[in-house]
């Protein structure tokens, strides 16, 4: 396509392929935990790095991981000894999160022109030479943690007390789920925004889900997904000029619910074949 001429446009792909790709990697085994909608509570405290860096001058990608994976530890500490309910320490985490970093980018608008707008909902086109070289580096992390550890990943996330009792050592490594969570919402900042980043996370999960059984092929075909959704949403957002976080969801979701359609299509088809046949 020709808009992929421009060097903003490379840079937005290649950030929103990154996302793409990382986040239905991380994203299932939040599902496996029943815990997809964490994504959405991560990236509203991210939201209140986001304004501590604007405030202070520092670079808002690197505070936003830093407060983000420290709420994410913070919730995952109060989750294991059981002080609070998962519920209560998610919507501390969403309100608080949120309240806070709409306070502080309010308080840095007189020394910056940050647009809350471009963090709340994304914006590739806007990605830098800089940008991408974070977002390569963290999302490389993420892939590492996710992949190599995918055995023991999955064993606390099925079943944790199994977990226990094979000996691993279940409390780091929920830690370090919490903190890649953290990296991969501040990695999707950029391209998809904090507000819709969870559905990156969960939706080509959902319809991997559809068509696959095992996890492995699951996990991998939500990857694939997750990277076509990022190509096509930027590519048509280049194209008519719409916002590239909403429209990489919006691709997202009408694949879901394509597939969806047509199985369901499917298997009536055949259920009626069936009965036609006895």
């Known amino acids: 396509m020709e808009i992929f ?29 029943r815990m997809a909608l964490i994504g959405d509570g991560i990236g509203h405290i991210a939201l209140t790095g986001v304004g501590l860096g604007l405030l202070t001058g520092s670079a808002p990608v690197l505070t936003a991981v830093v407060v983000a994976a420290a709420g994410a530890v913070a919730v995952e500490l109060v989750r294991q000894r059981g002080r609070a309910s998962g519920d209560i320490a998610l919507a501390l985490l969403f309100y608080g999160g949120i309240s806070g970093g709409v306070f502080l980018v ?25 940008d ?28 944790e007390e199994y977990a226990h009792v094979a000996g691993l050592p279940v409390r780091a490594l929920n830690l370090l789920l919490a903190v890649t969570t953290a990296v991969t919402v501040t990695v999707a900042m950029r391209a998809v925004g904090l507000l819709l980043v ?44 719409t916002a590239p976080g909403a429209t990489v969801i919006l691709v997202a979701i009408a694949t879901f619910a394509l597939l969806a359609t047509g199985l369901g299509a499917v298997r009536g088809w055949r259920r009626r074949r069936t009965a036609a046949g006895t």
């Open 5 to 33: 001429e421009y060097a903003f446009m490379q840079r937005a792909l290649l950030g929103a392929l990154i996302t793409g790709l990382i986040a239905p990697a991380l994203g299932i085994y939040l599902v496996q935990r």
């Open 198 to 241: 969870s559905a990156l996370m969960v939706v080509p999960v959902a319809t991997a889900q559809l068509v696959t059984r095992g996890f492995r092929s699951t996990m991998y075909l939500a990857m694939a997904i997750g990277v076509l959704a990022s190509a096509l949403g930027v590519g048509i957002a280049g194209v008519y000029d």
């Open 132 to 159: 991408l070289a974070v977002m390569a580096v963290l999302g490389g992390l993420v892939l590492a943690v996710t992949l190599l550890l995918r055995p023991w990943l999955f064993a606390i996330c099925h079943d």
């Open 106 to 130: 309010a308080l840095s608008s007189g020394r910056t022109n940050a647009n809350l707008t471009a963090y709340l909902f994304g914006s590739p086109l806007t990605t830098t030479g800089p």
